[in-house]
């Protein structure tokens, strides 16, 4: 033993006492028949199915049943029989084993072998196996019929062995007091028993440590006792993998279990005291200890911990854990080490691997995409933009690129679940309605844990950092002059047919995924929310993007044609007066995409001078092979005259625009992502900003003017943006916003997809412009959809503005004859 060990204190900590769901039978004695190992999961075809029980040679296993209880159908909840197999007229072999095995077993070969339906364990729930004697029950019998932890009835004589298997998903109550996983969060697929208790064998039986009918081999023996870095070693992995050890330090971060926050990491992580740490900077002195079934240790608490040091998907623990043991306390020990951003390379986070780190500097919130899935938000030493936003496409924006990816960092939540209840404030609060934040505000004082999950180094928060509220949200546009306003919007797919899931009955094809809302509820969620959106930019003349593209008639889809567009107008005009609001009407020309561009006006400030038309090109309707949506949505023009007492009411015209996505591929045109930072299809967005400027140039004859507005998916510096301003369009948000201008946030990354391009001709009217940051700066889980949530997030609504979209507004001042607005 270490000579830092000091005396036990009276309390002993060993893993696997779970005294409340224990069963009431008694185990019996004397015989010596034990389960040994079992596989009830594997890598490809599910048929190695195992397991193994160890006794005296010759015993006879007469009156002997193997068990396992779990949920059954489900419908019937915890303690119900899944498997029963009578192992009547065997004995165990001469070499003291006795194998049962499915008919597909290829590990070796078995005493007994199952009939056509095999073991079929259940891998996915926790799960009890059992060897009981006496056994008078049957298959789909629940022996728990009220769900509280403690069998009602007890089909045998008593039980010979038990051990339950277990996972942080599954919710299944367990009846065993000896509790082998998770791995990682999963059931373990294989498990052996050791003479330090049970221990989780590799998920993949090609791995050779799989022992059916033979000595669990690969058990170890007595535990070396070592230090935490020696466990971490200077490298990315441990130098001990697979090593039975036993290290000793103080717990500077615990999320073993349920708390505030919800289901844990299910572990704690330690590190050693200061007088144990060695010289070499770049082993860590942290570790993380993966222990869900221990009763519970306190930061500050010092812990003797004896398990298995591996590598659990990056990140290096001790797992396998066999006791864990409080030998003092030492909260003075909990000391942070100070770190900061931006480093050199990621690999720089290893030597903090499980250690308590605190920033001592502001960090913006960036990123919060995964917020609300998984409690994720991504900090950064200033706000960010994509690398295409600022600098050429190639070397340049990848330098960009490469440099954030070193001035950031993933503060999680401390938990593994999924859309967990309540959401966490990164100031440790509960966050609600009143304790929100945006994209831009920021933090100081961050302190956690450093840990590595998912492919990311990241901090898991030991208390709540200090929130600055530095972007507060906008309550109407920037000021901008001029008498008539346009205004651009990508609404985020309004649809009026609900996308179920199953029918795909959206598009002029009937035959598309509908996009929108899934239910009603979602559907007036989302309404409300783009009424008071497009209320909110007070613009005369509103240019829209994804929204349905429906032009069947009543008798065909259930809907009358244009329903989307009409019911927005509808909606507009319930709250600011009937007739306030008007649609410019049915284009020439809809290609086969499932959303469109499309126009909606206040007939009080402008009047349509002609038909809307729509560009049909090649460059917006061909497809991509063995796509099912052609590769853009058509431009659609509209040209007005504004409504004037005085003065000119020249025409000009508004043209709508929604390029190609960077996100599908396009290679089978002869269009690959090039890694020059301008994503996929860029060749594709090209030929549709050539194509428009042709468009703009035919529009141009018979107006004063041409403004484009739309969704580009191109940042500032690509090649569509360089294309429409060599053919002589005036980039008008470069022009008045500057390079700090954004509409769009992707991957902790700003940047404007949406922008207004103005011909030589109109560029004598533009008076202004701004964009209205009311969605790319809100987080995704204050928007309409209520897919995953649990009900309190659900409550997280408002129909208000904010977060109707991912996209941010943009609003062009035009000054005509008569008063500025």
């Known amino acids: 033993m270490r000579a830092k060990i000091r005396a036990c204190l009276p309390l002993a900590i060993v893993l ?12 019996a004695a004397g015989d010596g028949v034990t389960i040994n190992e079992i596989r009830v999961d594997q890598t490809g075809t599910d048929n190695d199915e195992y397991f ?46 006795f194998l049962v095995s499915e008919t597909t077993f290829t590990l070796g070969t078995a005493d007994l072998v199952v009939g056509a339906t095999g073991l079929n364990f259940e891998n996915s729930d926790n799960v009890t196996h059992l060897l009981v004697q006496g056994f008078s029950g049957a298959t789909g019998n629940d022996l728990d019929t009220n769900d509280d932890g403690a069998l009602d009835s007890a089909p045998w004589a008593s039980i010979v062995d038990s051990v339950a298997l277990v996972g942080t998903a599954a919710s299944e109550l367990v009846y065993s007091s000896t509790v082998v996983g998770p791995d990682g969060t999963f059931v373990p697929g294989h498990v052996y028993d050791c003479a330090d208790g049970w221990l989780i064998g590799p998920f993949d039986p090609t791995v050779g440590d799989d022992t059916p009918g033979a000595d669990n081999s690969v058990c170890p023996a007595t535990p070396d006792d070592v230090f935490i870095h020696e466990v971490q070693g200077p490298g990315a992995s441990t130098p001990l993998p697979g090593a039975f050890v036993r290290v000793e330090g103080v717990v500077v971060g615990d999320f073993q279990g349920d708390s505030f926050a919800g289901a844990q990491l299910g572990g704690f992580f330690m590190q050693e005291e200061p007088a144990d740490h060695d010289a070499d900077p770049n082993t860590s002195e942290g ?35 066999t006791e864990v043991v409080i030998v003092g306390s030492d909260p003075d020990s909990v000391l942070a080490t100070p770190v900061s951003l931006a480093v050199t390379a990621q690999s720089d986070w290893e ?25 994720e938000i991504v900090l950064t ?33 401390g938990r593994n679940s999924s859309n967990p209840d309540p959401a966490i404030h990164p100031n440790g609060d509960e966050f609600t309605l009143t304790n929100t934040f945006r994209g831009g505000d920021v933090l ?35 000021p901008i002059a001029g008498n008539t306003r346009v ?19 959206c598009g002029p094809t009937q035959n ?48 009358r044609a244009h329903d989307p567009v009409l019911t927005l107008v509808d909606a507009l005009n319930a709250v600011q007066g009937a007739g306030t609001w008007a649609w410019v009407g049915e284009a020439d020309h809809y290609n086969d995409y499932p959303v469109r561009n499309d126009i909606i006006y206040k007939p009080a400030s402008v009047q349509l001078d002609g038909d809307p038309i729509a560009l049909a090109d090649e460059a917006f309707d061909r497809f991509v092979p063995g796509a099912t949506e052609p590769v853009g949505r058509p431009p659609l023009a509209q040209t007005f005259r504004p409504v004037t007492h005085q003065g000119s009411s020249q025409p000009f015209t508004v043209v709508v625009n929604h390029f190609k996505s960077k996100g599908s591929s396009c290679a089978a045109l002869g269009d690959p992502n090039l890694g020059d930072g301008q994503g996929e299809c860029n060749l594709t967005r090209v030929a549709q900003a050539e194509v428009l400027l042709d468009f703009i140039d035919f529009l141009d004859d018979s107006s004063s003017g041409v403004l484009a507005i739309g969704d580009l998916n191109s940042y500032a510096m690509e090649d569509p943006i360089s294309t429409l301003k060599a053919g002589r369009l005036t980039d008008l948000v470069q022009r008045y916003e500057g390079p700090g201008a954004y509409s769009y946030v992707f991957d902790g990354q700003l940047g404007n997809l949406d922008t207004a391009f103005a011909t030589r001709s109109m560029l004598n009217r533009v008076a202004g412009l701004t964009m209205f940051h009311i969605n790319a700066d809100e987080p995704d889980i204050l928007d309409y959809d209520t897919s995953f949530k649990l009900p309190p997030q659900d409550a997280l609504y408002e129909s208000l503005p904010y977060r109707v979209s991912d996209h941010d507004p943009v609003i062009v001042g035009l000054s005509f004859g008569g008063p500025n607005k």
């Not at 165990?92 to 084993?97: C, K, L, N, Q, V």
């Not at 903090?352 to 409690?375: A, K, P, T």
């Not at 706000?383 to 999680?412: C, E, M, S």
């Not at 990241?458 to 929130?467: C, D, H, L, N, S």
């Open 487 to 505: 205004a651009s919007f990508n609404v985020l797919n309004f649809f009026t047919h609900l996308d179920d899931g199953v029918n795909d009955i």
């Open 512 to 559: 598309l995924e509908c996009r929108g809302a899934d239910n009603a509820e979602e559907l007036q969620r989302q309404l409300d929310k783009l009424v008071a959106g497009i209320i909110a930019i007070d613009a005369d003349i509103v240019g829209v993007q994804e929204i349905e593209n429906d032009i069947h008639p009543v008798e065909v889809d259930g809907n």
């Open 287 to 321: 570790v993380f200890v993966s222990a869900p079934s221990a009763p519970e240790v306190a930061v500050g608490d010092v812990v003797s911990v004896t398990g298995v040091a591996a590598e659990a998907s990056g990140k290096t623990q001790i797992g396998n854990v």
């Open 444 to 478: 100081q004082d961050v302190t956690g844990v450093l840990d590595f999950a998912f492919g990311l180094y990241r901090i898991q928060p030991t208390g709540g950092a200090t929130y600055i509220n530095a972007n507060p949200r906008p309550t109407a546009p920037d």
């Open 16 to 27: 696997g006492l779970m005294a409340a769901t224990a069963p009431t039978q008694v185990m």
């Open 351 to 375: 030597k903090y691997e499980g250690m308590l780190v605190s920033f001592d500097q502001d960090l913006y919130i960036s990123e919060y995409f995964n917020f609300d899935r998984f409690g």
């Open 52 to 97: 193994e029980l160890s006794g005296p040679a010759g015993q006879s296993l007469d009156g002997y049943t193997y068990l396992v209880i779990g949920d059954g159908s489900a419908a019937l909840g915890s303690g119900v029989i899944e498997a029963v197999v009578s192992l009547g007229g065997q004995t165990i072999a001469s070499d003291g084993f």
């Open 381 to 413: 030493t200033d706000r960010q933009y994509q690398g295409t936003q600022v600098a050429a496409p190639g070397a340049p924006a990848n330098a960009v690129a490469a440099a954030n990816a070193l001035a950031r960092i993933t503060l999680d939540d």
